[in-house]
Every structure is written in C-alpha cells, then in structure tokens.
C-alpha cells in the first residue's frame, strides 16, 4: 500500500494511535519489547510487525471509541446527525467523503488517541513500585488526556454538524427543484 492523501486517514486514526498503544504494551510484556527493536534494533520484519500490529490496536481503540466514548459525547450534547447510506447519492457521496477524511477521521485520532495513552499509562505502572507518587510525566499524560478528549469531542460534534448541514441542504435544494417542477396551469374563466 503506497502511503497518499486518499488513505492518510487510515494511518492518523489507527496507525499513530495503535503505535502508543504497542509502545505501552513493552512495559507489560518482553515479546512485544523484542518486537520493537529491543536491544538488537529494529529489522525490516520487525518494522512490518510493528505498523501490523500498530493497526490491529489501532482498530481495537476505534471499537471502544464506537462503544464507549462516542455514546458518552452523545450523551453530553453532542447532537448525533440522523442520516442512512440510502441518502447519499451521487452526488453528495464526494462531499460525505470529504467530511468524513476532513473532520472524523480527527476525532477518531483523538479518541483513539486518549484510549490508547490511557491503556499505555495504565501498563506503565506495572514497572513503578508499589508506592506511587505523581510525577511530572504523571501530570503531562493527564494534560494529554484532557487535550484528547476534548478535541476529541469538539472534532464529533464538527462532523456531525458538517453532515446535518449536508443533509439539510441537500433536502432544501431538493424541495426549491419540486416546486420549480411543478408544472402550472391557467386557469380560465368563461
């Protein structure tokens, strides 16, 4: 697959995020460690094990981002767009796709992002002893979080306004095309 701009989507939403997400894994597990390099470096096979498995993660963080975080947004304001495949026609389909690699393709970043950070913070602890005391780092992977979150949150609710508005015009130009069809006839009196 030659890296473009028609499938950078698929690397910002689950590859970048996945790689957070096996980079945490290292500090639960030498297997994946070794994986990535460990002490020998990083081979050509490695590599290709790596993104496979950065994507992997990265599609398992969008499932809890379709179950868990999208539903929480919804739940606190962000107004969910009504639509169904069947309403995109010929002509609006360009215009979803637009949206979609444009708007959604960044929240699912952040929100994937956030659950991947999360589950890699979550794993560090394994190598800290047993009293835990804030660090900076600890402070930094917070601001982290918020920052994901929120932009997370602010990314849905573009996308979902974005396609409302497409929907919405587009039945507004569909009912300025039935009245303008509609044919007219004269009445006349005798």
């Known amino acids: 697959m030659q890296v473009s701009i028609d ?13 957070i997400a096996i980079l945490g894994a290292t500090f639960v597990s ?8 460990g002490d020998h470096g990083l081979s ?32 606190t304001g962000v107004v969910q767009a009504t639509w169904s495949y069947a309403e995109m026609t010929e002509h609006r389909f ?7 690699q444009n708007l959604f393709r960044y929240h699912q970043f952040y929100a994937n992002t956030f659950t991947c950070v ?7 602890f394994r190598r800290r002893s047993r009293w835990w005391r804030p660090r900076l780092l600890d ?15 602010v990314a849905l609710e573009d996308a979902e ?15 300025k095309h039935d009245v303008q069809s509609v044919p007219t006839t004269k009445t006349t009196t005798r």
Request: proline share 3%; aromatic share 6%; glycine share 8%.
């Open 161 to 175: 306004l974005a396609l409302q508005q497409l929907l919405n015009n587009h039945e507004t130009e569909a009912a």
């Open 30 to 37: 030498l297997n994946v460690r070794s994986l990535i390099g």
């Open 139 to 153: 402070l930094g992977v917070l601001a982290l979080l918020v920052t994901a979150w929120l932009s997370s949150r």
């Open 94 to 100: 360009p215009q979803f796709e637009g949206i979609v």
């Open 7 to 19: 499938n950078i989507g698929v690397i910002i939403a689950y590859v970048a995020p996945g790689a």
């Open 118 to 124: 999360l589950i890699a913070y979550i794993a560090s």
């Open 44 to 75: 050509l096979g490695n590599a290709l094990l790596f993104l496979l498995a950065s994507l992997i993660a990265g599609l398992f963080a969008d499932a809890v981002t379709n179950l868990v975080i999208e539903p929480i947004h919804h739940c």
